[in-house]
C-alpha cells in the first residue's frame, strides 16, 4: 500500500512548527522525494528515513521553499557513498 508522508506543507517564513514544502511517497520498493524545502532533510531524519533511501526527486518548481534543501540532499547522500 501506498505511504504519503507530509514531511512540510510549504511556508516561505521559516516557522518553528511548519516546514518548507516537502512530501515523501513510498510505493513498492520505490521512495520519491517531491519537492525538499527548507527543512526537509531534518524532517527525513526525524521520520527515520535516510537520505540514501530515496530513489527519485521531483521538484515541482525552482522556487527556493521548494528546492532550498537540494544541494544539503545531494551532498548528504553523497558523503554516503551514494550518488
Known sequence: MPRLLLLGTGTPAPLAHRGGS???????DQTLLIDCGPGSVRRL???????????????????????????????????????
Open 22 to 28: 516537502s512530501y515523501l511517497l513510498q510505493t513498492g
Open 45 to 83: 531524519l526525524e521520520a527515520g528515513i535516510a537520505t540514501t533511501q530515496i530513489d527519485h526527486l521531483l521538484l515541482t518548481h525552482l522556487h527556493y521553499d521548494h528546492c532550498v534543501d537540494y544541494a544539503y540532499l545531494t551532498l548528504t547522500r553523497w558523503d554516503q557513498g551514494v550518488g
